[in-house]
């Protein structure tokens, strides 16, 4: 079965750096596009970061392109996501998520706080 595990989480300063990371097991993860969502307070989830199985297409949009890098390593079944000169605004929780089965079927991980605060 499917499991996604994030970690490195936590608080940090405005203009800070963060580097998350998900540990996927129980599918083929080479062949899986992956996915960094975010969910803020009172706020939908939303998509932050994408990477195509290969490593090689990465869809990042434009409120934290420039900040925000997704990377996956195939041999060791993991997708980072690093983000830097953090805001206020980037305080949620993370999910890494990806969309794999017949039915093709989202799934997701439990999910790391971040939280960006003086």
């Known amino acids: 079965q499917v499991q996604l595990v994030e970690s490195g989480g936590g608080l940090v300063q405005p203009g800070g750096s963060l580097r998350l990371s998900c540990a996927a097991s129980?599918?083929?993860?080479?062949?899986?596009?992956m996915s960094w969502y975010r969910q803020g307070p009172g706020k939908e989830r939303q998509l932050v970061a994408s990477?195509?199985?290969?490593?090689?297409?990465?869809t990042i949009p434009s409120f934290v392109l420039g900040r925000f890098t997704i990377s996956r390593d195939n041999t060791k079944n993991t997708v980072d996501l690093q983000m830097n000169n953090l805001k206020d605004e980037d305080t949620a929780v993370y999910y890494c998520?990806?969309?794999?089965?017949?039915?093709?079927?989202?799934?997701w991980g439990q999910g790391t706080q971040v939280t960006v605060s003086s």
């Open positions: 998520s990806t969309n794999y089965g017949s039915p093709l079927t989202r799934h």
């Open positions: 990477i195509s199985g290969r490593g090689d297409i990465k």
């Open positions: 129980g599918f083929t993860f080479s062949s899986a596009a």
